[in-house]
């Protein structure tokens, strides 16, 4: 029987020297050998970059407090010699799968602190789940999260830390509580406010009269160093017990082009300088800590900017915005208004559903609209490969008013891995306006597809009517099962047999599977360094009928492979001054096509004069049935954008801070009558340094008919 108290250090550490100028030797590292077999718990660490199109993540060990004592306290680690590719390769979930390794150690550096696990090239490896009810399991030593949402009080600690240099985030202790604990849009409002009082972010109870819930400690380690981590909570822990609270944050001194990470079902997270002020990364990375993935769109990690596992933004108290659709089911905070349905139960059989955006839920039960539909397609049934689809309504109103993406859009999801509530990155496939249609194609691997149509919206921008149409047949079989185990080398060295993989589910005891012996390639550098080495590929575009009048002056680099693609029924035209209410409802017509494809709800009565190119045209800046209010009001650092009229995210009229496009000049778009029309249209003709704001804005003022993209 395995010793799952394992871990233990044998009473032997190593000196590694070095040679030295003269001849003499000089410590280097420290190595501690482990008892065999040792095992840690693994956490997935997330890592953000100021520049969006960066991203790492890597898989850490940790092991019992008592036994990082023996080498300076660090619980948690980085592991060398294990590629990320072969652990991934057998699925763990974060805090709830263990790593077994024979022959590993523990190094520490002498200079620099650092302390990793390091498994040799002659060591065995395997990776297993947790029971549920092993005390190392994250559900059991913190109730972040549950199987089906995030909900309850959640006590939290803020540290400042001070580095050996005396340097420090610039904001104070009292700035940093007000920051996270009592702004008008922060972390402890804001998830507050997104899950109707669900979530409780309640401030540790220490400094009362000074700086509720934030606290300060000094370290004997450099901003720069990779043992900052390590020194920051060993000390959290020895001065305050940090390891008692819910959740706690860091905020460190500012070093290095990284914004902020966390890990994955734990209860830490760490921010580079004045990033621990921002909403947008605090919710984000405690977002990790309960348990959600990033909200992607095309090939970028964090492109889908209509909720907070998007990208981060370096604005205090904004952007007011909670999540996706896909997260809001996950979170399960409007279990009276989401639907979970099999859409292979209505075959010719077209369902329709109003939507609300999530400012619009009632808790006592008096709406029955629906702020998310779940399309079950195998997410639950295959919870490590299986994908569902959701669709949600992305109303830019209330809590919500600045979401940075798809605002008052229909947008269509997928969600791959974890389940409806695991850990998995949700991927947007489609934004609706009026009268637009996306479309799955071989829905559950068969010859059935699946056409989300936004058919109407009320004035007020409330109710979006959507109608669902399924085509095919049912499949005669089941989706296939995932592998029976995952790819391994064969054995080197070791004695041991091949490890066979668990099944999918995790096993209710611990397994006792023999390891398996892995050839280790060089070991990955450490996180957060190294940046990816390609550029992510152009996001979803979308692609009238009619190509537009000024063609691209810069086609782009390379054409999407796979993207799904938006046609709208008609080509742009002059915006009209007041919401449409009605389209057709008719389901398409139009044969399928081999991947997904946004087709229009009344097939087109004209073929087009040529076939489309390979390279994709430049997006229009209207939609066929209403202009998009889709206008961000701010960008991360570096967003890339291809939209030629788009709204400028940092003007500000007169450079006053309020007078941006989004928050002064579209005041009154969600209530168009002829007052606020006038009142737009007078703001958008103002003139500032020579310029009127139509140009700054165009695309919110193409709304009411002015400017140069009206």
């Known amino acids: 029987m395995p010793n799952f108290n394992g871990f233990a250090i044998l009473a032997v550490v190593i000196a590694v020297a070095s040679a030295h100028r003269g001849g003499d030797s000089e410590i280097t590292h420290r190595r501690h050998l482990l008892e065999d077999p040792q095992e840690c718990v693994l956490y997935l660490k997330e890592t953000e970059f100021e520049d969006p199109s960066l991203h790492e993540s890597s898989w850490s060990c940790e092991v019992p407090s008592y ?43 002498v200079t620099t602190s650092e302390t990793t696990m390091i498994v040799p090239k002659e060591a065995s490896v395997s990776i297993e789940s947790l029971p549920e009810d092993d005390p190392r399991h994250h559900r059991q030593r913190r109730k972040l999260g549950s199987t089906s949402g995030v909900t309850g009080t959640k006590t939290t600690l803020v540290v400042r830390v001070v580095d050996s240099q005396n340097q420090a985030i610039v904001a104070s202790m009292a700035e940093l509580r007000d920051d996270i604990f009592f702004d008008s849009v922060c972390l402890k409002t804001q998830y507050a406010a997104c899950s109707y009082n669900q979530l409780i972010i309640e401030p540790a109870y220490v400094n009362p009269t000074t700086s509720l819930g934030v606290v300060e400690i000094n370290v004997d380690v450099q901003a720069s160093s990779a043992a900052l981590e390590s020194a920051s909570r060993n000390k959290a822990n020895e001065v305050y017990t940090a390891s008692q609270y819910d959740l706690v944050m860091f905020c460190l001194p500012p070093s290095g082009p990284w914004l902020a990470y966390a890990y994955v079902n734990r209860f830490d997270s760490y921010y580079n300088g004045s990033w621990c002020q921002m909403v947008s990364a605090q919710m984000h990375e405690v977002g990790h800590n309960f348990g959600f993935d990033h909200s992607g769109r095309g090939t970028y990690e964090y492109d889908d900017k209509s909720g907070m596992m998007g990208y981060s933004y370096k604005q205090d108290d904004f952007p007011q915005m909670c999540f996706n659709a896909a997260k809001n089911y996950q979170f399960g905070w409007y279990p009276l208004q989401q639907a979970s349905i099999e859409p292979l139960n209505y075959i010719g059989n077209p369902q329709t559903y109003v939507l609300n955006g999530i400012n619009e839920y009632k808790t006592d039960g008096s709406n029955s609209n629906k702020i998310v539909l779940r399309l079950v397609q195998n997410g639950t049934t295959d919870p490590v490969n299986g994908a569902d689809f959701y669709v949600g309504y992305n109303r830019a109103a209330g809590i919500n008013i600045d979401t940075q993406l798809s605002n008052n859009q229909v947008v269509v999801l997928q969600k791959n891995g974890g389940g409806p509530f695991g850990y998995g990155r949700s991927l947007q496939l489609a934004s609706l306006s009026v009268g637009q249609s996306y479309t799955i194609e071989n829905f559950q691997g068969g010859s059935s597809s699946v056409t989300i149509n936004f058919g109407s919206v009320t004035a007020d921008l409330k109710d979006a009517t959507v109608m669902m149409s399924v085509s095919g047949d049912v499949p005669t079989m089941p989706p296939t099962t995932p592998p029976t185990a995952p790819p391994t080398a064969p054995p080197t060295t070791s004695p041991t047999e091949p490890l066979t993989m668990p099944p999918t589910m995790p096993p209710t005891t611990t397994p006792t599977t023999p390891l398996t012996v892995i050839p280790h390639t060089a070991p990955p550098t450490t996180p957060p360094t190294t940046p990816p080495t390609a550029p992510p590929t152009m996001p979803l575009t979308v692609i009238p009928t009619t190509p537009p009048t000024t063609p691209p002056t810069t086609p782009p680099t390379a054409p999407p492979v796979t993207s799904p693609t938006l046609i709208p029924t008609t080509p742009p035209t002059t915006p009209p001054t007041m919401p449409p209410t009605v389209i057709p409802t008719t389901p398409p017509t139009a044969p399928p096509v081999t991947s997904p494809t946004v087709i229009p709800t009344t097939p087109p009565t004209i073929p087009p004069t040529t076939p489309p190119t390979p390279t994709p045209t430049t997006p229009p800046t209207m939609s066929p049935s209403m202009l998009s209010t889709n206008v961000p009001t701010n960008f991360p650092t570096y967003f890339p954008t291809t939209d030629e009229c788009q709204d400028d995210p940092s003007y500000k009229f007169k450079n006053q801070r309020k007078k941006t496009c989004a928050r002064w000049v579209a005041k009154g778009l969600n209530r168009l009558n002829k007052r606020n029309i006038r009142k737009i249209r007078n703001k958008c003709k103002k003139r500032w340094k020579k310029a009127r704001v139509w140009d700054s804005c165009p695309a919110t003022c193409a709304l009411v008919g002015l400017g140069p993209c009206a």
Do not use: C, L
Not at 71 to 80: E, L, R, T
Not at 81 to 103: L, N
């Open 67 to 109: 036994q990082a004592r023996r080498f300076g306290g660090v619980d948690i680690m980085n592991v060398q010699g294990v590629p990320k590719e072969w652990i991934d390769a057998h699925h763990p979930i974060s805090g709830q799968s263990i790593m077994k390794t024979q022959h590993a150690y523990v190094q520490q550096s």
